[in-house]
Structure formats: C-alpha cells, structure tokens
C-alpha cells in the first residue's frame, strides 16, 4: 500500500469513529428526553426511599377479575388489598377486614371503617359485592371465576344457570360482609387473599367502562401504593398510597420499574450498574456472582413442572404403553442436577410439590409417592407393545412444545437426546413465545408440552384439580371418572384425613397412569442490594412482596 | 551540408530472406493458463484457495475421521473447554442417602466439625456436621472461592429443616475442582445466622461401572474394577452446554453451511446464465420485459419468503428449514447474475469477430457456445465466488435467528446462537462457530477477489 493510501485510510477511520461517537452521544441525549423523565440508573435512594425493581414482563391484566397470571399478581397484590392478606411470614393477617369468623357453612368479615380508597372514600362492603357478582358473571369471562365457585351459586351463576344477584354474599352494612358457601371451605381466609377476591367500586369501574383497568388513572387503589404511571411495555410507577389504613407501617415511598425484562444477563448487568436494587441469576452468572462476591439467595416459587401429554384421540400420547415407556428412562435428578443445575430447583416424582401441607406436617412426607424404577430395558418392552397397539412399525416423530427460553431450550434438546438414545423416538422441538406456547397448549397442538402451574392457594387441591376432567384448565384433556371421583372427595369432603387420602390417591393414579412426567419444582436465586431488607420471597401471593421492604444505610 | 553516405554495392544486393524475425521468445499462453499463472502468483488468493480445500475435506471426511455423534450428550462433561481427555474413578453405583440424624448436645451459632461423609466424586458429595441446640435448621452453601474474609458464601444450594439433621447431600452440576462448603445455622426464627462454618472439598470426578457401561464410556465385557480410573470420551474442542461434542458439531455444521454455500450460488448462476443470455442475445422488447421482471425479484424481501416458503413447504414446527431456505435463495438471488451476464452478452454481440463469425454463416448457437459463454466465464465464475460466502452468511444468519437447522441438527449459525448465551462463562462455544464462519466468508471473498484479478483481460501478461 502507498503512503497516500495508508493516510487515507486513518482519516476515514477517525472521521468513521467521531461521527460513531456522535451518534451515540446524540442518541443517548434523545433517550433521556424522550424517556418521560424515568429516574433509572438508581437502585435506590435512602433520602426520597425509593427503588428500583424490574418487572419479568408486562402486565397483561390488572383488572383484578379478570386477571390469571403471576406478574399481574404482583402489581395488584401492591395497589390493592382484599378482605385479608398474608404477613412477612406468610400467616393470614388482616387486610381491610379487621376480624372475620369462617363457619362450616359461611363465613362473615367485618370490615374495619379507616380502609379508603385512593380518593379518599371508604371502602365498603359492597365493593365486594359488587366485584364478587362480576367475577362469577358469565358475561365477564373470568378465567378465574372457578376460585369463587366456594361462594353459594358461583358455579351455578358462572353457567349461565342463575342470575349474577343470586351470588351467596350480601353486605348487611357497609361495613359488614356475609358469605354463604357452596360448600365447606375450611381455607376461605386463604383464598379471600387472592386477586380475584379484591373490591371494586361499582361507581368508578363504571365510570370508565371497558377501559376500567386500561391505565394507570383507569384504576382506583386500595392498597398500600398507588399506579402513578403506566407507561405499556416501558415503564411503571408505584408510590405510597397516602389514604392507606395502614400508612404508617409502609417505609417505602416509591417503586420504580423501568426495566421489563426476564433477560438474566441483562438483569445482572444492571444490577452490576447499581440501576437494580435486586437481580435473579441465571446459571450463566453464577461464576460472576461467585466472584464478585455477592451474597446470593434462593427462594422456592411453589411451581410445578412437567410434561403434559395429549390425550386428544388422533394423538399417539394417548397409549399408556407409550407414556410408560417415556416415563421409566425420564429421570428428574438429572435434569435438575445436570441440565437445568441452579440451586433453590428440586427433583419433583409427584403431581404434589415437597412444601405442600399435609394433615399435620408436609403433605409428602406423610404420603410419599409411589417409586418408579427407571430401566431402558423395560421401556422398551412397553414400547413395543405400544407399537402394536398402535398398529405402527415407528412411532410418528412426536412434537414437543416448549417455551422459548434459554432453560425451556436446554431442557427440550435434552429430552429430544435422551428419547432417541434410549427408545430412538424422534422428537420435535417447537419453541414459542409464552403466550404462544400457552395458546398451543390450551388449542391441544402439541403431543408434549413442557408445562409448569403455580399454586393459588396453600392446599394440595390447588394442584389435584388440575387433572380433573371437568376442569377449564385441563389442556390435554385427561379424562378418566376414577381421578374425578378423587378429586370430588377433596372438594366436598371437610373431613382432613378423608381428603389427604384421596391427594394421596390422585398421586397414584397420576403415577400409575402416567398421565405427565413430572420433572422439577422450581426455585429462584438472586442477588439483592444489602440496604434493602424486609422483602417476601413466598410460593402463593404477592411475589415479590415489597410492602413491608425498607431501606438501611450499608452495613 | 551533409555529405552522402558510402555506400557500397553490397548495398544493393538483395535482402537474404530472415526466417526468424517474429520468433516468440517465450512459449505461448493462453487466456485460461495466464489467469492460472496470475492467480498463483497471487499468495492471499492461493492461502483462500487452500483454506477452502481445507473447509470441504473438513466438511466431507470429517466424519470418516472424527466418528463421534454430534447429537450425543455427555451430561458429565457439559460446557467444558478444549482439554485434554479427562479420567474417572471407577466406584461403587450410586445408593440412596437416608442422611444422619443426630440430637443436638451443644449449643452456640456456629456448627462444628463439617466434614465428608463419604469421599466426595462428581456424582455426590454428602456432608455432615454436629448440631447445634436450638437451631431449626441449617442452610449449605458452596462456592468455588474461599468465603473469607467477607462472609461471600456462593451459592444457596438448600436447607436441611430440623436441629437434628445434620446432613446435605450436594448432586448439584459437581465437577471435578475445588469448592469451599458452607454450613450457616438457621435461629428459632428461622433466619440465618451471620457466623458459619466452612470447609473446602477437592471433587474427583467418578462414575459407576453401569453408569459408563450404559453411557458407552466401554464396553459391556471390558474388565473393569471399583478404585480404578477410566479414560472418558476425548472432546479436544469442549463440549456445549448439554455435554456435546463441539468437533463433530462443527463438522456437522460445515457440511449444512457449506451445503448451502455451494449449492444455492451454483443453481442460481446457472438460472441467471440462462436468464440473462436469452434476454442480452434476444434483445428487444423480450429483453425489456425480463429485465424488469428481474428488477421486480430483486424488490422482493428475502426474510419475508423464506418464511412463505416455509409455511408453503408444510415445514412444521421441529422441522429443518434448510430446503425452504436453498429455494427462497435460488428463486431470489439469481437477477444480479442474470443482469450481469445479460450485460455481457450485450457487449461482446457488438464485438467485430461476432460479425466475423455471422459473415461467416455462423449459427446462434455457436456463436453463444463459442464466442458468448467463453467470454462471459470469468465474470460468472468471480460472481460464484463471491456468492458463496453471501449464501454462507445467509444460512449463519438464518439459524442463528432460528430460522435454519432443527435441533439437533448443528450449523455453524445456531451453534453461535446457543454460545452467545454463554459468551462470558464459557466463551469457547461462541468462538469456534464465530471463527469458522469468519474464515469461511473470508477466505471465499479473498479467493473471489484473486479470480477477478485473474481472469481480468485487462490484466493479462501483467503480474
């Protein structure tokens, strides 16, 4: 090259870096204008107590009737308040109840006269009233609306049978609320804690229509904060709600969630910035956390995990030869040890995960689920049984749906290796989005979905329906009346022993049936700032929980 | 004034008749055997020649020469680098733990003596410890750092619920390295106490003779006795994050890549030369409506049909994409080629020795055998080359997005898509797709670059 070419080429590198330099140094200054004034870069901040936290996603519903999934859960389990609510220490506390009374028949809660909703009007019995009747309403299409079928008629009403005012609940004052039951519902303080039961004002919701819960100035709160921006898909803002009864108890002024992602990389990054006030690890960042020094937690979040088979008639996973076979060469300690390998996860050989209670201490402790004894050989013998009664000479390559996530990949890929090594079936790989995947699976377009559910309420029924043939979320139509009988026993029965056996029974048939292939529960790990202290990591509720969350100066 | 030269009669004899005045000095060459001699002369271009000789035997023989399955998982050795072959202790199988009880008898914060129950291997290191009075439980942590000085315990691996059970049993993705224990005792309260109690662990990675029977480590009549060590299978590139080869993955994925790389260019050439020819030596108002048919091809977005032909195809979900993706290539690429050649075509019909050739009562078709495709060869073959790292490129991309191979099924594309999400703790799944992709594309681009040269007639007898 001649000189002339080499003092070009500098030139058109260093003009190509400045105007590179430029761009970003423009592009950045444009983020900050036109980033609504969004105060991220602070983890937290000891003088105006405020964090900042990261949500795993939009939340899709904050209409509390209407809602059904975990992040929603968590925002509202903020702004809003039920009848009762669970403590740091996830006991049943009082909420805007200040006493209540469960009977065999009912229940009755009396409501204290200081809870105000955020524009200072009371919050009244008939708020309650009003938000029960919609749930059950079969016009509102709650896909919740089964957690009320405890209240007298909700079942009735959710199937069209009855009117909406002929829900068992009526509010003999503004300040006293009754429930009749459908049937006994020894866990009914546990349950008026979950979103579905939160109160609504029928003059606001009906102020705003169809938008009720579209926005953040679309809501009336309750709770211990207030949505002070909703900005979809980018930012949210949660500040202390100045009309809640229990003010005094909140430390935390305000809530800042700038950043929706479930990106570990990006959370960790962030979290290394100090722009996070806590981050969750991926196996990926353990090494780092390790050698930076952080000091990591863990947190089980009460999930199940498994794969659904498809019962559908044209599906090859109907044959219980075929399912036996794919269940005696699925071992969950390896998937939990090797592949998946982040701590807080457990190996899970039951439709029941370990933490359930059981009569008097843990539910599997007491029942423990019958061993399967893992052997190729055998697998093999089922499966050519299920060859000849399926008439084939190969199965057909299965199809098998997962999510699109760096774990849901790992696990799918291993499970396609495992079941062409042992058995030589080919596996199908579908990878989704979230709610692609949820959609596939309620549409029955799969013949094996890595699937998880989280529990509702702390009762092993919370699971045990979930196979129930006259169950909504039944989605790969399991039908078989032996389990249903089961099932109906736990409902109905109020007698404990009477319903642990048939948990105990349903574990069995789910087992002996091979109905799924249970492989993990799942657990959480993370890194948190050390200033912040008093925040609830728990299986059922709020969660994260920063109500009680307060900030400290560094120890 | 000058004088007048001498001359003599001599001068006017006549000439003797020279028979070697336009003697060629050197022997002659033609146009195909300079381009030859130019392009060896060309070492860059020579050095690409050689790397993609190299890339086709890797590709082609690999296989023959690396028998290791790409799919097969070594859940042993996951995410592993490029090492030496690794060894393992042959032990006892594996027996279910029942842990220790033990009633606690002193008290204090702290637990004391931790130690091994058993000697600690890959498959399980199992601890004990005395307990504590009062506690209600105890918490392990492990990390692969010493916690001292400042409390930095690792990782939470679980709890052990109850003051009397003093044991945890780690199974945990344990790999033969040192880590450091940590045992923190859990208050009346349930929460954790700031003292703990550590203690370090060399882990010697072991398996059982079933375990290495079933996991085809050897064979089933192969000797083999508890306390002595196995070679395990050898992965002188690492292993990606489910234990598998990286070697044999990235033979694989040559084979894909360069699947792609070469068939799509030369069926697309071909369709341009066609193309094109008939539109450059047609002409008229036929070259009119090819050429803006072509013009209309080239409008059309790549990515968008490579997903129609998908859908098109049938192709399900799990299904590989690398046919819709050679035809979405071949259907789409091919104007440039067409528009190329055309150009061509067009100008050598202006050539005098092509109306030589008609005066002469040439046919169409020797004049496009002879005189057109011939001089048009050098600008198709430098096109092809170029084309083919673009298709490689192309089919880099399209996996890496998901689009390409089905799992299991390595390409060099996907396999950078799986080691991106590694790149910091194990960069080596990332670098070897990275680079195998780079050296592909770069070698085709330089080999192109020293065939234009080459085949330039402009250049020809220059060095």
């Given at each position: 090259m001649s000189r002339a070419a080499v003092r070009q080429l500098v030139w058109l590198g260093l003009a190509g870096t400045g105007i590179f330099i430029a761009l970003m140094v423009a592009l950045s200054w444009a983020a900050t204008i036109t980033?609504?004034?969004?105060?991220?870069?602070?983890?937290?901040?000891l003088d105006t107590k405020s964090i900042t936290i990261f949500l795993d996603?939009?939340?899709?519903?904050?209409d509390s009737r209407r809602t059904s999934d975990t992040i929603s859960g968590m925002v509202l389990g903020h702004i809003m308040e039920g009848l009762l609510r669970y403590d740091a220490r996830n006991q049943v506390v009082p909420g805007v109840a200040e006493r209540w009374e469960i009977r065999p028949t009912g229940a009755t809660f009396w409501l204290r006269n200081t809870a105000r909703w955020s524009d200072g009007k009371p919050v009244t019995a008939h708020d309650f009233v009003f938000a029960w009747r919609t749930v059950v309403d079969?016009?509102?299409?709650?896909?919740?609306?089964?957690?009320?079928?405890?209240?007298?008629n909700g079942e009735a009403i959710n199937s069209s049978k009855?009117?909406?005012?002929?829900?068992?609940?009526?509010?003999?004052?503004?300040?006293v609320l009754e429930v009749d039951f459908e049937r006994p519902a020894a866990f009914f303080d546990k349950l008026v804690?979950?979103?579905?039961y939160f109160p609504i004002r029928q003059d606001f919701q009906a102020s705003r229509?169809?938008?009720?819960?579209?926005d953040a100035q679309d809501l009336l709160f309750n709770g211990p904060f207030v949505m002070t921006?909703?900005?979809?898909?980018a930012n949210i803002r949660l500040e202390k709600n100045q009309?809640?009864?229990?003010?005094?108890?909140?430390?935390?002024?305000a809530i800042d969630i700038p950043y929706i992602t479930s990106d570990t990389p990006t959370l960790v990054n962030l979290f290394k910035d100090g722009s996070l006030v806590w981050a969750r690890l991926g196996p990926e960042q353990f090494e780092e956390a390790m050698k930076l020094r952080w000091n990591v937690a863990r947190y089980g979040d009460g999930s199940i995990w498994y794969v659904d088979f498809n019962f559908r008639?044209?599906?090859?996973?109907?044959n219980l030869n075929l399912r036996r076979a794919l269940q005696l060469v699925t071992d969950p300690n390896e998937i939990v040890?090797?592949?998946?390998?982040?701590?807080?996860y457990k190996p899970l050989n039951?439709?029941?995960?370990?933490?359930l209670p059981g009569l008097n201490g843990l539910f599997r402790q007491e029942y423990p689920p019958p061993a399967i004894t893992l052997s190729i050989d055998e697998a093999r013998k089922h499966l050519e049984m299920a060859k000849k009664e399926l008439g084939v000479d190969q199965i057909p390559p299965l199809v098998l749906l997962s999510d699109d996530t760096i774990l849901a990949n790992k696990e799918a890929e291993y499970f396609q290796s495992l079941y062409k090594r042992t058995l030589n079936l080919d596996i199908r790989i579908d990878k989704q989005i979230f709610k692609q995947r949820i959609a596939k699976h309620n549409a029955g377009d799969f013949d094996m979905v890595l699937a998880g559910w989280g529990p509702d309420?702390?009762?092993?029924l919370t699971f045990?329906?979930?196979?129930?043939?006259?169950?909504?979320?039944?989605?790969?139509?399991?039908?078989n009346p032996a389990y249903d009988a089961q099932v109906r026993i736990a409902q109905n029965s109020t007698d404990q022993s009477a319903r642990m056996d048939a948990f105990a029974e349903m574990q069995r048939i789910m087992i002996e049936d091979a109905v799924h292939l249970p492989t993990h529960e799942r657990g959480r790990v993370f890194v948190q700032a050390p200033?912040?202290?008093g925040v609830v990591h728990r299986a059922?509720?709020?969660?994260?929980?920063?109500?009680?969350a307060y900030l400290v100066e560094a120890p | 004034m000058s004088t007048p030269a001498h001359l003599t009669p001599a001068d006017f004899a006549p000439a003797v008749m020279e028979?070697?005045?336009?003697?060629?000095?050197r022997p002659s060459l033609s146009y195909w055997q300079d381009a030859v001699r130019r392009l060896r002369a060309n070492w860059r271009a020579m050095t690409s020649l050689g790397v993609v000789i190299g890339l086709c035997i890797f590709a082609v023989a690999g296989p023959w020469i690396?028998?290791?399955?790409?799919?097969?998982?070594d859940v042993d050795q996951?995410?592993?680098?490029?090492?030496l072959p690794a060894t393992a202790l042959i032990v006892e199988p594996g027996t279910a733990w029942a842990g220790v009880t033990k009633e606690p008898t002193a008290s204090g914060d702290v637990v004391a003596n931790?130690?091994?129950?058993?000697p600690a291997t890959t498959q399980t290191v199992r601890l004990t410890w005395e307990p504590v009075v009062g506690a209600t439980g105890y918490v392990v942590y492990r990390s692969?750092?010493?916690?001292?000085p400042d409390r930095?315990?690792?990782?939470?691996l679980g709890d052990s619920l109850?003051?009397?059970?003093v044991s945890y049993e780690d199974r945990l993705d344990l790999k033969p390295q040192r880590y450091w224990y940590s045992v923190v005792v859990l208050d009346a309260n349930g929460a954790e106490q700031q003292a703990y109690e550590t203690f370090s662990v060399d882990v010697v990675r072991a398996a059982s003779i079933e375990e290495a029977q079933a996991r085809g480590?050897?064979?089933?009549?192969a000797a083999l006795t508890v306390g002595t060590q196995l070679t395990l299978p050898f992965h002188p590139l690492g292993t990606d994050?489910?234990?598998?080869?990286m070697l044999a993955r990235l033979i694989y994925g040559a084979r894909v890549s360069l699947f792609i790389g070469v068939v799509a260019p030369i069926l697309f050439v071909l369709i341009g030369i066609v193309y094109g020819s008939i539109a450059g030596f047609v002409g008229g108002r036929l070259d009119q409506v090819l050429m803006r048919f072509a013009e209309f091809v080239i409008a059309l977005p790549f990515l968008l049909f490579m997903i129609l032909f998908k859908i098109a195809f049938g192709?399900?979900?799990?299904?590989?994409g690398v046919i819709p993706m050679l035809v979405a290539l071949v259907i789409l690429d091919w104007p440039p080629t067409a528009r190329l050649v055309r150009g061509q075509i067009l100008q050598i019909r202006q050539e005098g020795y092509v109306s030589a050739s008609q005066l002469l009562g040439a046919k169409t078709g020797y004049l496009v055998f002879r005189h057109m495709i011939p001089n048009t060869l050098g600008v198709i073959l430098v096109t092809l080359t170029f084309a083919v790292p673009s298709a490689i490129f192309t089919e880099a991309f399209l996996s890496f997005i998901?689009?390409?191979?089905?799992?299991p099924t390595p390409s060099w594309g996907s396999m950078a898509n799986d080691g991106i999400r590694t790149m910091?703790?194990?960069?080596h799944e990332l670098i070897f797709p990275a680079v195998l992709i780079s050296i592909a594309v770069l070698a085709f681009n330089l080999l192109g670059d020293g065939l234009r040269d080459a085949l330039d007639v402009r250049m020809r007898g220059r060095e």
């Amino acid at each position: 090259m001649s000189r002339a070419a080499v003092r070009q080429l500098v030139w058109l590198g260093l003009a190509g870096t400045g105007i590179f330099i430029a761009l970003m140094v423009a592009l950045s200054w444009a983020a900050t204008i036109t980033g609504g004034g969004t105060t991220a870069g602070r983890a937290f901040d000891l003088d105006t107590k405020s964090i900042t936290i990261f949500l795993d996603d939009e939340p899709p519903q904050l209409d509390s009737r209407r809602t059904s999934d975990t992040i929603s859960g968590m925002v509202l389990g903020h702004i809003m308040e039920g009848l009762l609510r669970y403590d740091a220490r996830n006991q049943v506390v009082p909420g805007v109840a200040e006493r209540w009374e469960i009977r065999p028949t009912g229940a009755t809660f009396w409501l204290r006269n200081t809870a105000r909703w955020s524009d200072g009007k009371p919050v009244t019995a008939h708020d309650f009233v009003f938000a029960w009747r919609t749930v059950v309403d079969p016009a509102t299409a709650s896909d919740y609306a089964f957690i009320l079928y405890y209240v007298k008629n909700g079942e009735a009403i959710n199937s069209s049978k009855m009117p909406p005012d002929q829900l068992g609940v009526r509010a003999i004052s503004d300040s006293v609320l009754e429930v009749d039951f459908e049937r006994p519902a020894a866990f009914f303080d546990k349950l008026v804690t979950f979103p579905t039961y939160f109160p609504i004002r029928q003059d606001f919701q009906a102020s705003r229509g169809v938008r009720y819960a579209a926005d953040a100035q679309d809501l009336l709160f309750n709770g211990p904060f207030v949505m002070t921006r909703w900005a979809h898909g980018a930012n949210i803002r949660l500040e202390k709600n100045q009309e809640y009864w229990n003010r005094d108890a909140i430390r935390l002024n305000a809530i800042d969630i700038p950043y929706i992602t479930s990106d570990t990389p990006t959370l960790v990054n962030l979290f290394k910035d100090g722009s996070l006030v806590w981050a969750r690890l991926g196996p990926e960042q353990f090494e780092e956390a390790m050698k930076l020094r952080w000091n990591v937690a863990r947190y089980g979040d009460g999930s199940i995990w498994y794969v659904d088979f498809n019962f559908r008639p044209e599906r090859p996973t109907r044959n219980l030869n075929l399912r036996r076979a794919l269940q005696l060469v699925t071992d969950p300690n390896e998937i939990v040890n090797r592949v998946i390998a982040i701590p807080g996860y457990k190996p899970l050989n039951s439709l029941f995960p370990a933490w359930l209670p059981g009569l008097n201490g843990l539910f599997r402790q007491e029942y423990p689920p019958p061993a399967i004894t893992l052997s190729i050989d055998e697998a093999r013998k089922h499966l050519e049984m299920a060859k000849k009664e399926l008439g084939v000479d190969q199965i057909p390559p299965l199809v098998l749906l997962s999510d699109d996530t760096i774990l849901a990949n790992k696990e799918a890929e291993y499970f396609q290796s495992l079941y062409k090594r042992t058995l030589n079936l080919d596996i199908r790989i579908d990878k989704q989005i979230f709610k692609q995947r949820i959609a596939k699976h309620n549409a029955g377009d799969f013949d094996m979905v890595l699937a998880g559910w989280g529990p509702d309420y702390a009762d092993p029924l919370t699971f045990g329906d979930l196979y129930a043939s006259f169950n909504g979320n039944n989605r790969s139509l399991y039908n078989n009346p032996a389990y249903d009988a089961q099932v109906r026993i736990a409902q109905n029965s109020t007698d404990q022993s009477a319903r642990m056996d048939a948990f105990a029974e349903m574990q069995r048939i789910m087992i002996e049936d091979a109905v799924h292939l249970p492989t993990h529960e799942r657990g959480r790990v993370f890194v948190q700032a050390p200033q912040l202290k008093g925040v609830v990591h728990r299986a059922i509720g709020t969660e994260p929980d920063f109500t009680d969350a307060y900030l400290v100066e560094a120890p | 004034m000058s004088t007048p030269a001498h001359l003599t009669p001599a001068d006017f004899a006549p000439a003797v008749m020279e028979r070697h005045v336009h003697a060629i000095s050197r022997p002659s060459l033609s146009y195909w055997q300079d381009a030859v001699r130019r392009l060896r002369a060309n070492w860059r271009a020579m050095t690409s020649l050689g790397v993609v000789i190299g890339l086709c035997i890797f590709a082609v023989a690999g296989p023959w020469i690396w028998q290791v399955d790409p799919a097969a998982q070594d859940v042993d050795q996951i995410s592993q680098g490029p090492s030496l072959p690794a060894t393992a202790l042959i032990v006892e199988p594996g027996t279910a733990w029942a842990g220790v009880t033990k009633e606690p008898t002193a008290s204090g914060d702290v637990v004391a003596n931790l130690r091994l129950a058993e000697p600690a291997t890959t498959q399980t290191v199992r601890l004990t410890w005395e307990p504590v009075v009062g506690a209600t439980g105890y918490v392990v942590y492990r990390s692969i750092y010493d916690p001292a000085p400042d409390r930095a315990l690792g990782l939470p691996l679980g709890d052990s619920l109850g003051a009397n059970r003093v044991s945890y049993e780690d199974r945990l993705d344990l790999k033969p390295q040192r880590y450091w224990y940590s045992v923190v005792v859990l208050d009346a309260n349930g929460a954790e106490q700031q003292a703990y109690e550590t203690f370090s662990v060399d882990v010697v990675r072991a398996a059982s003779i079933e375990e290495a029977q079933a996991r085809g480590w050897t064979t089933q009549d192969a000797a083999l006795t508890v306390g002595t060590q196995l070679t395990l299978p050898f992965h002188p590139l690492g292993t990606d994050y489910l234990g598998r080869d990286m070697l044999a993955r990235l033979i694989y994925g040559a084979r894909v890549s360069l699947f792609i790389g070469v068939v799509a260019p030369i069926l697309f050439v071909l369709i341009g030369i066609v193309y094109g020819s008939i539109a450059g030596f047609v002409g008229g108002r036929l070259d009119q409506v090819l050429m803006r048919f072509a013009e209309f091809v080239i409008a059309l977005p790549f990515l968008l049909f490579m997903i129609l032909f998908k859908i098109a195809f049938g192709i399900g979900p799990g299904e590989s994409g690398v046919i819709p993706m050679l035809v979405a290539l071949v259907i789409l690429d091919w104007p440039p080629t067409a528009r190329l050649v055309r150009g061509q075509i067009l100008q050598i019909r202006q050539e005098g020795y092509v109306s030589a050739s008609q005066l002469l009562g040439a046919k169409t078709g020797y004049l496009v055998f002879r005189h057109m495709i011939p001089n048009t060869l050098g600008v198709i073959l430098v096109t092809l080359t170029f084309a083919v790292p673009s298709a490689i490129f192309t089919e880099a991309f399209l996996s890496f997005i998901g689009m390409g191979v089905a799992p299991p099924t390595p390409s060099w594309g996907s396999m950078a898509n799986d080691g991106i999400r590694t790149m910091l703790s194990h960069p080596h799944e990332l670098i070897f797709p990275a680079v195998l992709i780079s050296i592909a594309v770069l070698a085709f681009n330089l080999l192109g670059d020293g065939l234009r040269d080459a085949l330039d007639v402009r250049m020809r007898g220059r060095e």
